[in-house]
């Protein structure tokens, strides 16, 4: 029977390779495509799975309420104390509490020195929650001394090369200091599909030595820099827990200043394991995580492409019908019933099927380490490693032959035999609409993406090129050190006499980050001192800081180095904090008193509001003051002209200043760049894949006009030879076509206005969906489906008449 079915088929491809190729093409492409997403979409729906007790595991994260009630800050960090607080108080239901605390440091080790984003210092339980297999070495003993260090296999490799790295030192500077390090242990490397990726965990002692001993440590509620994790016993609920957190947090923390409980000021939240990569996005996270919006969306588009090109096999079958009539006709006289004829043009679709699959899956390996190293994931295609591929490989042949062959199958299996062999038969108008229903979403779903392309580079062009309130051009940011902190104010003099460089200035966080810092305070409001309740993020900086980034002041002045009072009273706010205080106006602000985080002084001026976050988050509440220890950050204002020998020479000055460390200097403009990465992939996939979806969607138009043409030769001919001119050959064969692509952009306009707007919510600042966008997108949808046209309505109107009234 399979032998029966492949004769046919290859009879029909000799006959017809037009639409033989469109066929294979179109369904060969939509499940490869289809094959690249899902692999993507396994591998971001398996982070962190692969823990043997995921399903025990908690992230604590903390959140910061408003007096309005509006969350102000969510981190994905804790506070030291509330890790040991959950496990004393709580005993009953939590089996372990981890605790991380990410620092890069410089790790040297002979002649080798790098920096390790890389490096945690953990509680010494984090092989008993956490399921990395352990090389050499004991976690527990290995992480209870203070030089205690464990490296992954990568990092073994790197450091010591062929040498065994059990017993070796490793030394980290630490906050100018050298401490020196014992690899106690070698860990496998964290698999790709987890939300972190320790290459060195080291003993917490150094950590709590370093806020000042266990007792200051343990009683920090305001340094939230811990990655906080929970193993709940067997049989507990993590809802149970989380109601008890208030009660918790009041016992130990008290009441805030206003005399509010500390619960209704801030709480903690448990997030499974594995749902942190795909749902939190928080605040503050240990790697940039992904989003499930996402992951929806490129399921959407593969299913899209995936039916698009199913719609195709399906139309051109059905078009077709009249040229295998005779053979349904000649079959059922010989005495196959309809549930044959049905298993025989099942049969040629499934084996249809199964060729493009062949031809995807060389496609798959064509491109998946292309598209692998654009979604930054380790993609890989192996049914021997992953056996269950085979089975959702075969899943995909299953649904793509049902639905391409379904409705043929059903169509031309229902032929009647003496109306087919009288050539009477005609396939009725039923089945011509639902041809047209089929084309009509084609070029909807096409339209819709396309308007997606269109919107999403219209948002990153908004974003890119948006006026932030401050000049981020020419402006490169280098760390600092506590060498360059205590000397600053010489190093910015020689730095500041070099030609090429206009200004330096020093801060604790520079724009393009995000605001995590905060304290609490009151401000004069109305002759009172009344309690601040919104959260005001701080930034500091040196005096020079708001000329270096060119922000306006439109109230009071700017820090005066001259004057002395300003490094200790000075406070220099946004507009957006005067108005949550509650001033009237910037000026009523300038003069206030305003105590903020132990600190007394006034408000000495007023900035302009500025984007210092990405476009992501509203502007927030700011206050600058001149600190002299938390400045982390060097910026400096450059003169584009001289850029190449401005850049030597800070190389060269970086060396001598940070001795070890690499030359990474950050530009500011490249910072926001980045903050956009997620929106800059959706744009190239969405446009990639769009325009798939347009070549396929105009194959099929090209095999449904190429048969439409055949079928209406004879009738050209007469036309042309009764008078007809080449434009009404056109408009005969092309209005019905366009009329269907018309129909599927009106159907696309409201789809994709929602769907766009669903996606600008992600932002706090977004352009409008403009009309015009529509437009275009009709436009280039129907500028290509009438060349489409118009290529096989000409042929047929350009040739002999004559020739053509023969042709029946």
């Not at 920096?115 to 984090?126: L, S, T």
């Not at 320790?198 to 340094?223: K, R, T, W």
């Not at 600190?627 to 400096?636: A, G, Y």
């Amino acid at each position: 029977m399979l032998r029966n079915y492949l004769k046919i088929l290859i009879r029909n491809t000799r006959k017809n390779p037009l639409y033989m190729f469109i066929n294979v093409f179109g369904l060969a492409v939509g499940m490869a495509v289809s094959i690249l997403i899902f692999l993507f979409v396994q591998h971001e729906l398996s982070y962190d799975a692969y823990h043997d007790k995921s399903e025990r595991i908690y992230r604590v994260s903390r959140s910061w309420t408003n007096a309005n009630g509006e969350v102000s800050l969510h981190l994905g960090h804790l506070a030291p104390p509330f890790g040991p607080l959950i496990k004393s108080d709580f005993e009953d239901q939590v089996e372990e509490v981890v605790r991380f605390f990410n620092a890069g440091l410089l790790i040297k080790s002979g002649e080798n020195s790098f920096v390790e984003d890389e490096f945690f210092f953990a509680d010494p339980e984090v092989f008993e929650v956490f399921s990395w297999k352990m090389l050499e070495g004991d976690p527990i003993a290995s992480l209870k001394d203070s030089d205690g260090v464990l490296i992954s296999e990568d990092m073994a490799i790197k450091y010591f090369g062929d040498i065994k790295a059990m017993g070796k030192e490793l030394i980290a500077e630490v906050d100018g200091m050298e401490m020196t390090f014992q690899v106690r242990g070698v860990f496998e490397n964290v698999p790709d599909n987890s939300h972190m990726h320790p290459d060195f965990i080291a003993s917490m002692n150094p950590v709590v030595q370093f806020y000042g001993g266990l007792e200051p440590f343990m009683n920090n509620f305001g340094s939230n820099n811990f990655s906080t994790y929970v193993l709940l016993k067997e049989g507990n609920d993590s809802q149970t827990l989380e109601a008890l957190f208030p009660s918790m947090i009041d016992r130990n923390m008290g009441e805030a200043q206003a005399g509010i409980p500390m619960s209704k000021t801030t709480a903690l939240t448990l997030w499974p394991l594995e749902d942190i990569h795909l749902y939190s996005n928080l605040d503050s996270e240990i790697e940039a995580n992904g989003n499930i919006d996402y992951v929806y969306v490129y399921l959407a588009v593969a299913l899209f492409i995936l039916l698009i090109a199913c719609i195709n096999f399906m139309n051109l079958s059905t078009a077709r019908s009249s040229m295998r009539s005779m053979e349904v006709g000649l079959r059922k006289v010989m005495g196959a019933d309809k549930s044959r004829l049905i298993r025989q043009f099942m049969g040629e679709s499934f084996m249809m099927t199964i060729i493009s699959m062949v031809f995807a899956l060389v496609l798959v390996y064509l491109f998946l380490p292309t598209f692998s190293n654009f979604t930054d994931k380790e993609l890989s295609l192996n049914f021997i490693k992953n056996p269950e591929f085979i089975v959702g490989i075969a899943g995909l042949i299953v649904f793509v032959g049902l639905i391409s062959g379904s409705y043929p199958a059903l169509f031309l299996s229902g032929f009647s035999p003496a109306k087919v062999l009288k050539g009477a038969f005609k396939a009725g108008k039923g089945h011509e609409q639902f041809r047209s229903v089929l084309v009509v979403g084609q070029f909807a779903v096409s339209v819709v993406l396309i308007v997606a392309v269109l919107v999403v580079i219209q948002q990153l062009d908004f974003m890119q090129n948006k006026d932030l309130g401050f000049e981020k051009e020419d402006i490169v940011v280098l760390p600092s050190s506590p060498a360059i902190e205590q000397n600053y104010q010489i190093i910015k003099d020689r730095l500041e006499g070099q030609q090429g460089i206009k200004a330096v200035s020093i801060s604790s966080r520079v724009p393009s980050a995000r605001l995590l810092d905060s304290q609490g305070g009151t401000a004069e409001v109305g002759g009172d001192m009344n309690q601040i309740d919104v959260r005001i993020a701080d930034i500091h900086v040196s005096h020079n800081f708001l000329d270096t980034y060119r922000i306006p002041i439109v109230a009071g002045r700017d820090f005066n180095f001259n004057l002395a009072s300003d490094s200790t009273e000075a406070f220099i706010l946004n507009e957006v904090a005067v108005q949550e205080i509650g001033w009237a106006s910037p000026e009523e602000a300038v003069g206030k008193k305003f105590h903020y985080g132990g600190r007394r002084g006034f408000v000495t001026g007023v900035m302009k509001n500025f984007h210092f976050e990405s476009l992501h988050q509203p502007i927030v509440p700011i206050v600058f003051m001149i600190s002299q220890d938390r400045n982390n950050r060097v910026s400096l204002k450059i003169d584009s002209e001289n850029k190449e020998q401005t850049m030597a020479y800070l190389k060269e000055e970086w060396a001598a200043l940070r001795p070890d460390f690499p030359f990474e200097p950050l530009y500011v403009n490249e910072g926001f760049n980045r903050q956009y990465e997620a929106e800059q992939r959706v744009k190239v996939i969405f446009t990639f894949f769009s325009g798939l979806a347009v070549i396929i969607s105009i194959l099929g138009l090209l095999g449904l006009t190429t048969f439409a043409t055949q079928q209406r030769t004879r009738e050209i001919g007469i036309r042309k030879v009764m008078g007809a001119e080449t434009m009404n050959i056109l408009i005969l064969l092309g209005k019905d076509f366009l009329k269907l692509v018309l129909i599927g952009f009106l159907i696309a306009i409201p789809i994709s206005w929602f769907g766009m707007s669903s996606w600008l919510e992600d932002f706090a600042y977004k352009i409008g969906i403009s009309w015009t966008v529509f437009l275009w997108a009709g436009l280039i949808a129907g500028a290509i489906a009438a060349a489409t046209v118009m290529s096989q309505s000409l042929k047929a109107a350009w040739a002999d008449p004559v020739k053509s009234i023969k042709s029946e």
